[in-house]
């Protein structure tokens, strides 16, 4: 079954709204999180590493007061799509990691952004 | 140059062909090997996940990495139209080096009934 849960799976809203969406590991303590990106038929695009208790790494070109990552729990990581306009429509997608460093990600089902 | 190459296909066989998958990486340091498999709208799915040199068998998959030719493979044996989907490889440094996967574009394949 599902390790990680990723909601909402659809969000359709005018240009100008903010999103928030929601990374949960359900049967792991993760003190670490991934938001990826996925334009049609392309691989994933990593956006941010959140860790648990402390300021999200993002990567280069990514702006960080447009993608705000929370991550204030050891099971919850939340990313807001800060004044979302077209060209942010996109498939996001989270994953985590246990703990152990041995460990894979497992992701979620992601969320489809379209902005209208 | 990417770190990791992977033909994008698209790769379509009949039913119950053998398929096979690969990426090649440029980065020696890569510890940590893993396939994914992404049915259309949704997240990707673990399938195989290998250390080092070697081989590892899972049902009908077996993950091959070969470590001195920077070469790693994805068997499917008997292949299914439900194995229908784009498959990623993905491979991370050591426990103590970067945590973050590095992907490659991924192939799709479809297996025709």
């Known amino acids: 079954g599902a390790v990680v849960s990723q909601h909402p799976s659809r969000v359709i809203c005018k240009s100008g709204t903010s999103v928030k969406i929601e990374c949960r590991s359900l049967?792991?303590?993760?003190?670490?999180m991934f938001w990826y990106r996925q334009f049609p038929k392309q691989s994933l695009m990593l956006m941010a590493t959140?860790?648990?208790?402390?300021?999200?790494?993002?990567e280069q070109g990514v702006e960080k007061d447009k993608f705000l990552i929370n991550h204030a729990s050891l099971t919850l990581s939340t990313l807001t799509v800060t004044s979302a306009h077209p060209e942010d429509s996109s498939f996001y997608i989270c994953?985590?990691?246990?703990?152990?460093?041995?460990?894979?990600?497992?992701f979620g089902d992601g969320t489809r952004l379209s902005i209208l | 140059q990417k770190e990791v190459e992977q033909d994008p296909g698209p790769l379509s066989v009949p039913e119950g062909a053998i398929v096979s998958l690969n990426c090649t990486y440029s980065?020696?340091?890569?510890?940590?090997f893993m396939w994914y498999r992404q049915y259309s709208r949704k997240g990707p799915e673990l399938l195989m996940y290998?250390?080092?040199?070697g081989n590892k068998e899972d049902g009908r998959f077996t993950a091959q990495v070969d470590k001195s030719s920077k070469y790693i493979s994805l068997f499917i044996r008997d292949s299914q139209p439900s194995d229908s989907a784009t498959y990623l490889c993905?491979?991370?440094?050591?426990?103590?080096?970067?945590?973050?996967?590095?992907f490659g574009q991924g192939t799709r394949l479809t297996i025709n009934p």
């Open positions: 290998t250390y080092s040199s």
């Open positions: 049967d792991f303590q993760a003190t670490t």
């Open positions: 959140s860790n648990e208790g402390s300021k999200a790494t993002y």
């Open positions: 994953s985590a990691r246990s703990p152990q460093g041995t460990q894979p990600q497992h």
């Open positions: 980065n020696s340091a890569f510890q940590y």
């Open positions: 993905a491979m991370k440094l050591g426990i103590q080096g970067a945590q973050k996967l590095v």
